[in-house]
């Protein structure tokens, strides 16, 4: 067992490190490319558009971009939620009030300066919206290695589906799998769009819009 779980944590960080390699030879044009076709994904969806409460990454570096749709959902009256990064690994949350109410914080991240929340507000939001290196075609999803939303995940509500953004290449048939991994509700790509794995999952609300599942 010892040997296996090795082996996959070679194979992760291998294939980590290829897949950020590649996010940084990225262009300007291809990540605003990608960051409009993300917008428009989640936009599409009504349920997240018009939602209450959604928490979401604020994209950083070669991330796919999740900058416009944090501004699209705001100025229709969401209330997002961004990610504050505590030493522990740990995630607080903050509520977005516009760009005047961001700062840059450590590792060249980007975190609101309001009031802090605490990990537990993820259960009254109607969606998390979390970044990822990889997703494979049954949900796993793989990090950057910290663990952070593998911990924060399970703060979310029974009703409040986890959706990751990943790039096109990095939607792949199959990733290692650790105890602690957190698997995902759906995965948008800027080529493919939405992908949901299970639309009759109890966390996915109204149904899955396009009918597919992978």
Do not use: Q
């Amino acid at each position: 067992m010892g040997a296996s779980n090795d082996h996959d944590r070679t194979a992760k960080r291998a294939l980590r490190a290829r897949l950020l390699a590649a996010r940084r030879e990225r262009g300007a044009a291809e990540r605003d490319r990608v960051a409009s076709a993300v917008r428009d994904t989640l936009m599409g969806l009504p349920w997240l558009a018009m939602g209450g409460t959604v928490a979401c990454y604020y994209s950083v570096g070669g991330e796919p971009g999740t900058r416009g749709l944090v501004d699209a959902l705001w100025k229709r009256g969401t209330y997002v939620l961004l990610p504050i990064f505590l030493p522990d690994g740990t995630l607080d949350w903050a509520a977005y009030e516009g760009p005047d109410g961001l700062e840059p914080a450590g590792h060249g991240l980007v975190e609101p300066t309001g009031h802090r929340y605490g990990p537990e507000v993820l259960g009254r939001a109607d969606a998390v919206v979390c970044p990822a290196v990889a997703v494979d075609r049954r949900g796993t999803r793989m990090g950057r290695g910290a663990g952070c939303y593998d911990r924060a995940l399970p703060h979310r509500g029974p009703r409040t589906p986890a959706i990751a953004v990943v790039h096109d290449e990095e939607f792949v048939d199959a990733l290692p799998v650790e105890g602690h991994d957190r698997p995902v509700d759906a995965v948008v790509t800027p080529g493919g769009g939405l992908h949901v794995f299970d639309p009759n999952a109890a966390a996915w609300p109204g149904g899955n819009p396009d009918g597919r599942a992978v």
